[in-house]
């Protein structure tokens, strides 16, 4: 028998729920495809499941939600799809920003904000300056993100530190490393979903996910087909692992 959501959820909510989410939202432009039409139609559409996620996962008590919307390599995309995303960007954030902040989620974005062009520039400062005092769920959004863009600055800023004797060479561990990355003083994610069954993490979050729970969905699950439903199986199938962190299950025996 096929579960409806609020199966799904009793079922979620009856074990506990991920603190932070992680999604490669990813398949806008195969899900156009096989519906012929153009791929920003794809892109439109993904928009649809975001705002879906954004409040099942408030619903469900999740803390953070990491959403990778564009990467750094993302640029090599035509130049019309790239405008596209980022119309796609702002529309989304002037529509829904108040909204989100009237649900008390708080936007942050991770990611160089000052590549963006500038009217997304603006309404990302603005999201995030409206809702910064919020502490409901935490909205990141990966925008002109890269993982080995983000580790890059984090050695600059740290050998910048060790020369202006800010700290010592000593004193740098594996938390220093994380404070100066984008997702400083944000857990590491416990599960990152993947929808379109491809099987990479594509330059995201590298150093976060040393001991992250990874779904992967069926290949022909595309980010616009991605439901609440599909979400909480998500969950699910993350509840159902047995997390080691090298060392030995300590829960019952299977
Ligand atoms: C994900 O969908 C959205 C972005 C990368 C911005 P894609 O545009 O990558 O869709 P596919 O992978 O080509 O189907
Ligand atoms: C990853 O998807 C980036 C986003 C979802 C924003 P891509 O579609 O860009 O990744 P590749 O090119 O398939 O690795
Ligand atoms: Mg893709």
Known sequence: MIKTYDDLYTIVKSKPIPVHVAIIMDGNGRWAKKHKLPRIAGHRQGVEALRSIISTSSELGIKYLTLYAFSTENWKRPKDEVNALMSLLVEFLRKEVAELHRNNVRIHVLGDIEGLPEAARTEVRRAMDLTNGNCGLQVNIALNYGSRAEILNAVKSIVHDVQSKRISIDEITEQTISQYLDTRDIPDPDMLIRTSGEFRISNFLLYQIAYTELVFTDKN????DFTRE????????????????????????D
């Open 221 to 224: 699950i595309y980010w616009p």
């Open 230 to 253: 599909r979400y909480l199986e998500a969950i699910i199938e993350y509840q159902g692992r047995v997390r080691r962190y090298g060392g030995l299950d300590t829960g019952e025996d």
